[in-house]
């Protein structure tokens, strides 16, 4: 533990990225914790510049084997851009420069570990952009997604426009793109855009740390290359994906926990993966 870290009774390690962004480590799972409850987590340049910070540390990190993305305080998520951040006029070309150089929500793109939103509450705009670039979204029953850019005569600039077709289809994306509509947990659940509820809206953080552990369990390489292929398929032609699966399987084939999975199946023990 070094001197930026505290360490809970409950053996979970924090360490404050800056005033909006903490990280806690507990096990192999690492959290990236929003900390504006005040705000609805509400984006600033601390959570701009935090949120990259602590997902670059955490996929650095082997003892990390997955990382979870969650909102302090009890109204949501992220409630996305803050309003009360003031600027100056800009013109069309100043825009384009200053969010060309934060572009922070991408980071994501850039992390090899699986990356799982545990959304509550209210997931909107540039909050629901940041789960969207999640692997996986897990929410409470209560909780509320929208994108309601164009009510504001803006379209969303984080990514909302690429990802939710990627998830939802484009039909779908096109409908929650032109009318704003929220939706709730349920609703999400059906066309995708969450693949769990919790049972209840207290039970958020525990349902996911357990869904994380059972990731963290299996083998961490094949964890990291099965994420890799998967996400390739977005980009790459159906034979160039065939071929990147190929390669990826039989870099794992001759592995140490490849064989080690397959002695503890026949032995009837659970295997003891080391990541080689």
């Not at 924090?14 to 609805?40: D, H, K, M, S």
């Not at 309003?83 to 825009?95: C, D, M, N, S, W």
């Not at 150089?101 to 952009?129: F, T």
Request: hydrophobic content about 45%; glycine content about 10%.
């Amino acid at each position: 533990m070094d001197d930026t870290e505290s360490k809970g009774s409950d053996g979970v390690r924090a360490r404050i990225v800056n005033e909006a962004v903490t990280i806690e480590r507990e096990g192999g799972l690492g959290w990236v914790v929003l900390t504006r409850p005040g705000q609805i987590n509400a984006i600033n340049d601390d959570i701009r510049n935090g949120v990259p910070q602590a997902l670059r540390e955490l996929d650095a990190d082997p003892a990390i084997r997955v990382i979870a993305i969650r909102g302090a305080g009890p109204r949501g998520f992220c409630a996305g851009a803050d309003i009360k951040e003031k600027r100056g006029p800009e013109t069309a070309i100043e825009v384009r420069t200053r969010m060309q150089g934060a572009r922070w929500i991408e980071a994501i793109d850039a992390i090899q570990k699986p990356v799982i939103a545990a959304v509550h509450g209210y997931c909107m705009g540039g909050g629901l952009e940041l789960a969207l670039a999640c692997d996986i979204r897990y929410a409470t029953p209560d909780a509320v997604f929208s994108l309601p850019e164009t009510a504001l005569g803006l379209i969303p600039g984080g990514g909302g426009t690429q990802r939710l077709a990627r998830v939802v289809g484009p039909g779908r994306a096109m409908d929650l793109l032109l009318t704003g509509e929220r939706l709730d947990a349920a609703a999400a659940k059906d066309i995708g855009l969450v693949t769990r509820v919790a049972s209840a809206p207290d039970a958020l953080v525990e349902e996911v740390r357990a869904f994380a552990t059972r990731i963290a369990a299996r083998a961490p390489a094949a964890t990291l290359l099965v994420k890799r292929a998967a996400r390739s398929a977005l980009d790459l032609e159906l034979k160039q994906g065939l071929d990147l699966e190929l390669d990826l399987f039989a870099l794992l084939k001759p592995s140490e926990d490849a064989r080690e999975a397959a002695l503890a199946f026949s032995e009837k023990r659970p295997p003891n993966f080391i990541g080689r």
